[in-house]
C-alpha cells in the first residue's frame, strides 16, 4: 500500500481508519443535487469570452492604400480639373469613383466604388463633394483628393485614350 510521496507519512487508510468507511454527509434540509445540475452550474464560465471575435477580426483581410504617382496621378488631376470646370458651369455629371475607405477596427481598409451626381470640387478642402438622395432629404458625400484611386463616367473617360 502506498504510504505518501516521500514514503515516510504513515498510511491513510490507518491514521483514517475509523472514518474511512462511512457514507457521505447529506444535508436533511437541501436536496441532493443531480451530477446534471451541478455541471450546469458552471456552464456560464467561460474563461476565453470574445476570443472567436477577436481571431474572426484578426482573419479579416485590409488592403493597404495605394498612392498615385507619374501619369495615373496627372490623368486623375485632369480628371478633377474637368470635373470643377463643369460644376462651375451649372453642370452635375454622374461619375464613378473608386474611393479608399480605411478600416475602423485595424489598420488597412478596402476600395469601394461609389456612383452619384458631382455637385461640387471643394479645392480648398481637397474634396468631391457629391449629391446623394437617400432616406428623406438630401445629404451631402465628401470624398477626399488622396482617397480617390480612379473617376469613370461619360465626361472624363476619354482622358484616358490620349
Known amino acids: 500500500m502506498a504510504r505518501g510521496i516521500t514514503g515516510k507519512e504513515p498510511d491513510p487508510r490507518a491514521v483514517y481508519a475509523d472514518i474511512f468507511d462511512l457514507p ?4 436533511p434540509d437541501r436536496p441532493h443535487m443531480s451530477l446534471h445540475d451541478r455541471a450546469a452550474q458552471f456552464a456560464p464560465y467561460a474563461a476565453l469570452v470574445g476570443y472567436d ?7 479579416r483581410l485590409t488592403e493597404q492604400q495605394r498612392i498615385l504617382e507619374g501619369q495615373p ?3 486623375l488631376n485632369r480628371k478633377l480639373s474637368l470635373i470643377a470646370e463643369a460644376t462651375a458651369a451649372g453642370q452635375h455629371p454622374e461619375l464613378t469613383f473608386t474611393v479608399f475607405i480605411p478600416d ?3 489598420a488597412g481598409g478596402a476600395y469601394t466604388e461609389i456612383t ?5 470640387i471643394d479645392p480648398a ?3 468631391v463633394v457629391l449629391q446623394s438622395a437617400e432616406g428623406r432629404g438630401k445629404h451631402n ?3 477626399d483628393f488622396e482617397r480617390i484611386m480612379h473617376i469613370e463616367g461619360d ?8
Open 116 to 120: 452619384d451626381r458631382v455637385k461640387r
Open 24 to 27: 457521505h454527509w447529506q444535508s
Open 104 to 106: 475602423g477596427r485595424k
Open 155 to 162: 465626361l472624363v473617360d476619354h482622358l484616358e485614350d490620349g
Open 125 to 127: 478642402e481637397r474634396k
Open 73 to 75: 496621378l496627372e490623368i
Open 53 to 59: 471575435e477577436m481571431v474572426g477580426e484578426e482573419a
Open 141 to 143: 458625400i465628401t470624398l
